[in-house]
């Protein structure tokens, strides 16, 4: 039988192998794994690493935050996605006050519906809890939607008081799902920032000591404390300190399903950042913030050792000029940064050629990981029989000096400007199409589908052990 497309003579890496095989590609999909393949099209592979696409579960396009609107919208933070090796994100519909989960979720699907031009889901962050809410998450899971985010910052907008987190995570666990957390106290944030404001510290180096890492360290401690107590899985979102991180061990250690991620701009800058000159510490205004840099050797052990189990984004950018709401208050400037194009060469530089990491735990963290936790696995993240033709082609020599007018992000600035990374994405495959051809956009754009999620556990190892309870 002739496929529609072959890889050949590549390097085959996923999360527990590394082999040499040829990939062959039907109507989309992987169709087998082996050698002598004929293909209507091949692509010779010689020299490079095939990995599956990576999988982005967290990020935030078109998103109305601060004032303003993230500048990147669903067709270009998809195509820059796919630039950087990524064929699939999961991104948040966020409820507004008084507003149903229903409505929340429509206005997202409008928002990405014909733009995308990688596969996509949604995550549901809830910032109005109430019983018809609560009645409506189990609809959310039916549609594919699994997964609640829930704020302990952001006092007076989106934060959660303890009661109506212990709800939802009641709710969660009877209906599959998984709940998210934004943790940092928002009371103690509110404080600072007003204390900090009223001194005339108004500065972007201020605001990290607006959101000090204790204040992360004690949220997160009182969310894996609540899931205890409501024998309830739960993920920490972008996790940016070491006390955090001890907290998520200390869980994972008493058998508790408790699960996290970082970023990579918590694995590669620090708190030294926000004292740029004039107002350029405001590109690096993004909560939780960047910490000092003693922290960030320990992370990097933490997803080696599994106490951290994926690497996300929280892709939110702005242009500068949007920044500039805050030049008198960092309070007021729009928090967040790119990242959804440099995630998995950052990844691959930092982690894997630095020796903190090893191709198949970066291949782990950056695909396999997210999408078995968000429920996508084995279609996405895996590079089996019957998954997604997803994939990605790698030339792990390949030296690329990062600057914002080369990416693809719209923005006009990225946080790794000047970094020069070692490997990168060469060819990238959607559903068995070629996007991306060493540096050119080859494909069709806004083909992106929407990836109907499965419940919480059900391609998880731990999901046995844990899911149904462990009080």
Known sequence: MKSDLVIKNGKIVTALDTYNADISIEN????????????????????????????????????????????????????????????????????????????SLSTWENKADGKASVDYGFHMAMTDVNEKTLDEMESMVKKGIPSFKLFMAYKGSFMSSDEKIFLVLERAKSIGGLVMFHAENGDIIELMTKR???????????????????????????????????????????????????????????????????????????????????FEGSKYAMSPPLRDKSNLSLLWHALS??????????????????????????????????????????????????GRITHNRFVDICSTSPAKMMGMYPKKGSITPGADADLVIFNPKKKVKLSWKTLHQRTDYT?????????????????????????????????????????????????????????
Request: charged share 25%; with cysteine; proline share 5%.
């Open 305 to 354: 050792s599994n106490v951290l189990q994926v690497v996300s984004t929280d892709h939110c950018s702005f242009f500068m000029k949007q920044k500039e709401m805050g030049k008198d208050d960092f309070s007021k400037i729009p928090n967040g940064a790119g990242g959804i194009e440099t995630r998995v060469p950052l990844m691959y530089s930092e982690g894997v050629e630095k």
């Open 28 to 103: 989309g999909k992987i169709a087998r794994i082996g050698k002598g393949f004929k293909g209507s099209e091949t692509i010779d592979a010689k020299g490079m690493l095939v990995f599956p696409g990576g999988v982005d579960v967290h990020t935030h396009l078109d998103m109305p935050f601060m004032g303003t609107t993230s500048s990147d919208d669903f067709e270009t933070g998809t195509i820059a996605a796919a630039f950087g090796g990524t064929t699939s994100i999961v991104d948040f519909a966020i409820q507004s006050a008084g507003e149903s989960l229903s409505n």
């Open 196 to 278: 900090l404001v009223s001194m005339g510290k108004t500065e972007p180096r201020h605001h990290p000591y607006a959101h000090p890492a204790i204040a992360e360290e004690e949220a997160t401690e009182r969310a894996i404390l609540l899931s205890e107590l409501a024998s309830a899985p739960i993920y920490i979102v972008h996790l940016t300190c070491t006390g955090a991180m001890e907290s998520v061990k200390r869980a994972r250690e008493k058998g508790l399903p408790v699960y996290a991620e970082t970023c990579p701009q918590y694995l590669i800058l620090d708190a030294k950042r926000y004292n740029e000159p004039g």
């Open 415 to 471: 946080p790794y400007e000047g970094m020069v990374v070692k490997g990168y994405p060469i060819k990238v495959i959607v559903n068995g199409e070629l996007k991306i051809d060493n540096g050119e956009f080859v494909g069709k754009k806004r083909t992106g589908k929407f990836i109907k999620r499965n419940k919480f556990g059900a391609f998880n190892p731990e999901r046995s052990k844990h899911h149904e309870g462990f009080r």
